[in-house]
């Protein structure tokens, strides 16, 4: 996912306040933690089923998760 694009997350900041580590996360979303590093710096776009999976494990509803860029 290009970092011009509208969609930004705050799985790293939330993920680190819970103190979970990437590859627990991981673990949990069925994904790889390479996964993880490419959704938290913006390169990946997860799939639904993996957003409302980490939206489950950080305690957070989808939308405050993942979310268009300001002015969007």
Do not use: C, H, W
């Not at 969609?7 to 990437?22: D, F, G, H, I, W």
């Not at 390479?34 to 950080?58: C, D, W």
């Amino acid at each position: 996912m290009p970092r011009n694009t509208p969609l930004r997350n705050r799985v790293k900041e939330l993920r680190e306040r819970l103190n979970v580590r990437q590859s627990e996360l991981a673990r949990e979303a069925g994904v790889t933690r390479q996964t993880v590093i490419a959704i938290e710096k913006g390169r990946l776009n997860p799939s639904i089923l993996i957003r409302l999976t980490i939206a489950k494990m950080l305690r957070e509803p989808v939308d405050y998760i993942f979310y268009l860029q300001p002015g969007f």
